[in-house]
């Protein structure tokens, strides 16, 4: 069964620091994988998809990675800024899943002060 | 172009009761998919619709049932409320690809509450 965690559950760094966000998964069989941005009210917005084919995609100052071997990626934020605090999730699509679901981590909360 | 709008935002029933949450989906998608958040963990899949059809199912139970509509819009239906099913429902619409690399575009989320 696959199972994707989040580690740390909340996150608080001043503001400029660089940071990366971890997320790893039990079963190195994906098809693709996303990182999603939670803002409290407004839903769900993605950030970046890495197809398994990917070792990594950026987007600003995004950097999302893939290391399917190590059942790992990670989100590099570069120069925080208090806007983007937020909640941060990771989720991946099984290959040949019939259910086309998405399998979630559970995020993790980070908070960036001025 | 309009994004995915959910509706109620809010709501409280009590247990026993039947809800229904509705959405709205992105413009140009035609395939819409249900999540529920419980509070401090991520969210899981309850079903998917695609062309008016259930094409996918996550591990909830009949009592949980949907429709999808010919302008793509969908229902979440739940009958007999649990106090467990206290939680953000959110629904995401996307343009079904056969290469299943769709992206998914998220409301804002119906947050029920059962007392």
């Known amino acids: 069964k696959q199972e994707v965690t989040q580690i740390p559950a909340a996150l608080s760094v001043p503001e400029g620091e660089n940071l990366v966000l971890n997320c790893s998964f039990t079963d190195s069989a994906i098809y693709n994988l996303q990182w999603f941005r939670q803002d409290p009210g407004k839903g769900l917005t993605s950030l970046l998809l890495i197809q398994s084919s990917q070792r990594e995609q950026t987007s600003g100052r995004l950097n999302a990675s893939l290391d399917k071997s190590s059942g790992r990626s990670t989100l590099y934020i570069a120069a925080s800024q208090p806007g983007d605090s937020a909640t941060y999730l990771c989720?991946?699509?099984?290959?040949?899943?019939?259910?086309?679901?998405?399998?979630w981590g559970a995020g993790t909360k980070l908070i960036i002060k001025p | 172009e309009t994004g995915v709008t959910q509706s109620p935002t809010h709501l409280i029933k009590t247990r026993g009761q039947q809800v229904t949450l509705r959405c709205s989906s992105q413009?140009?998608?035609?395939?819409v998919s249900w999540y529920q958040q419980a509070l401090g963990q991520g969210p899981q899949f309850i079903f998917q619709y695609y062309r008016e059809e259930e094409n996918g199912r996550g591990n909830f139970p009949p009592r949980f049932s949907g429709l999808q509509f010919p302008n793509y819009s969908s229902e979440l239906n739940v009958n007999a409320l649990e106090l467990d099913d206290s939680a953000l429902y959110l629904c995401a619409s996307s343009l079904m690809e056969i290469s299943g690399a769709n992206v998914l575009t998220f409301g804002a989320g119906s947050r029920l509450t059962v007392l």
């Open positions: 989720a991946l699509r099984r290959p040949l899943d019939s259910n086309y679901q998405l399998i």
């Open positions: 413009s140009g998608h035609n395939t």
